[in-house]
């Protein structure tokens, strides 16, 4: 499936010291060719297979503004990238972990739908052996762990201006205020809330096999149908659909689940996309903290692993012949 670059344009941030960054700004928007594609379609491929956070723009945002000028032909895609660089640097440098990096704007359509993606990407140095033997360094921009990405949907912007989720960016990682200076340029806020949905799901598939009064395999099994719905979805790269989740679905009293949710007022989406951390909870129980982590199959829970909700005590009966392994050279036994 063709990627097809209606507009690129590239700058440049450079971190002169603390408190300054540098703008090095294009005269001219970059080129299509066999590697500017290659860059795009990889960017592209990277960013679609990574969990994103939803989001619309704030009445005041700027960059808002400057984009709807531009689209109507007031202002040219080079000045709007350019006048934008100059907004992000402004909101980097309130950072002390401002690195800087290369600036990319790309408008470019994918599967009908028009996007305005923009990046700030990271360089990474690297060793290459040439045809002569001889090992040299060279620079390379380090797509794969990109986190300062968001990416507008323009065409879901421009026909419904109501939606909260034409925007979507990376949260970036852990301790790093990455989304707060991105979402600050952007003049965005968050709209669907993904893991909401997700959890909204869950909560209604429990209640629903309550409700119905299914028994432990007849609930796990229920679980398991819905877990393989929603992952078939994810990996596809679509979202979930409770219309089709609902078909999927064996109904209770001719009650279908669709029905069972909207009567209990659980405030489900048509359609969201699928959040893998917590699908997972519907055929695992997990959990991790003061140097334990435990990890197990949901079927498992009151056959040879039992909770204590009292004394918060959980007993394992029959452990992994590995970690017995482990356990017994411990012990000495």
Same mark, same amino acid.
């Given at each position: 499936?063709?990627?097809?670059?209606?507009?690129?344009?590239?700058?440049?941030?450079?971190?002169?010291?603390?408190?300054?960054? $540098? @703008?090095?700004?294009?005269? &001219?928007?970059?080129?299509?060719?066999?590697?500017?594609?290659?860059?795009?379609?990889?960017?592209?491929?990277?960013?679609?297979?990574?969990?994103?956070?939803?989001?619309?723009?704030?009445?005041?945002?700027? /960059?808002?503004?400057?984009?709807?000028?531009?689209?109507?032909?007031?202002?040219?895609?080079?000045?709007?990238s350019r006048a934008a660089t100059?907004?992000?640097?402004d909101e980097l440098a309130k950072?002390?972990?401002?690195?800087?990096?290369?600036?990319?704007?790309?408008?470019?359509?994918?599967?009908? @739908?028009?996007? !305005?993606?923009?990046?700030? =990407?990271?360089?990474? *140095?690297?060793?290459?052996?040439? #045809?002569?033997?001889?090992?040299? *360094?060279?620079? %390379?921009?380090?797509?794969?762990?990109?986190?300062?990405?968001?990416?507008?949907?323009? &065409?879901?912007?421009?026909?419904?201006?109501?939606?909260?989720?034409? !925007?979507?960016?990376?949260?970036?990682?852990?301790?790093?205020?990455? *989304?707060?200076?991105?979402?600050?340029?952007?003049?965005?806020?968050?709209?669907?809330?993904?893991?909401?949905?997700?959890?909204?799901?869950?909560?209604?598939?429990? $209640?629903?096999?309550?409700?119905?009064? !299914?028994?432990?395999?007849?609930?796990?099994?229920?679980?398991?149908?819905? %877990?393989?719905?929603?992952? #078939?979805?994810?990996?596809?790269?679509?979202?979930?659909?409770?219309? $089709?989740?609902?078909? #999927?679905?064996?109904?209770?009293?001719?009650?279908?689940? +669709?029905?069972?949710?909207?009567?209990?007022?659980?405030?489900?989406?048509?359609?969201?996309?699928? $959040?893998?951390? &917590?699908?997972?909870?519907? &055929?695992?129980?997990?959990?991790?903290?003061?140097?334990? *982590?435990?990890?197990?199959?949901?079927? =498992?829970?009151? #056959?040879?692993?039992?909770?204590?909700?009292?004394?918060?005590?959980?007993?394992?009966?029959?452990?992994?012949?590995? /970690?017995?392994?482990? /356990?017994?050279? +411990?012990?000495?036994?």
């Amino acid at each position: 499936m063709s990627l097809d670059i209606e507009q690129i344009a590239l700058h440049q941030l450079n971190k002169r010291d603390e408190q300054t960054l $540098d @703008v090095v700004l294009r005269d &001219t928007l970059l080129t299509p060719n066999a590697a500017v594609d290659e860059m795009m379609a990889e960017l592209h491929r990277v960013y679609s297979a990574k969990s994103k956070a939803y989001g619309l723009f704030n009445e005041a945002s700027e /960059l808002s503004a400057a984009l709807r000028s531009c689209r109507k032909g007031d202002d040219d895609f080079l000045s709007f990238s350019r006048a934008a660089t100059g907004r992000l640097r402004d909101e980097l440098a309130k950072y002390p972990f401002a690195e800087g990096g290369v600036v990319l704007f790309c408008h470019y359509r994918f599967l009908a @739908v028009e996007y !305005l993606l923009v990046a700030v =990407l990271n360089s990474r *140095s690297s060793m290459r052996v040439n #045809e002569q033997l001889d090992v040299s *360094s060279i620079h %390379y921009l380090d797509i794969n762990h990109a986190d300062i990405v968001a990416r507008i949907d323009l &065409t879901e912007w421009e026909t419904n201006p109501e939606s909260s989720r034409y !925007l979507t960016f990376l949260k970036g990682r852990v301790g790093r205020k990455v *989304s707060d200076f991105f979402m600050d340029f952007l003049g965005a806020s968050e709209g669907l809330d993904t893991k909401a949905q997700n959890r909204g799901l869950l909560q209604a598939v429990d $209640d629903f096999c309550t409700e119905a009064q !299914l028994d432990k395999n007849e609930r796990q099994n229920y679980r398991q149908q819905v %877990y393989t719905y929603c992952n #078939e979805q994810l990996q596809a790269g679509e979202e979930i659909a409770l219309d $089709d989740l609902s078909e #999927e679905l064996p109904p209770w009293n001719d009650k279908k689940f +669709k029905e069972f949710t909207q009567e209990q007022g659980y405030q489900l989406e048509e359609t969201f996309p699928a $959040d893998r951390s &917590t699908l997972r909870q519907l &055929t695992k129980f997990a959990g991790s903290g003061g140097g334990l *982590s435990i990890n197990f199959d949901a079927m =498992l829970m009151g #056959e040879r692993i039992f909770w204590d909700p009292a004394t918060d005590t959980l007993t394992i009966k029959g452990t992994p012949p590995n /970690l017995r392994d482990q /356990l017994q050279r +411990k012990s000495g036994k």
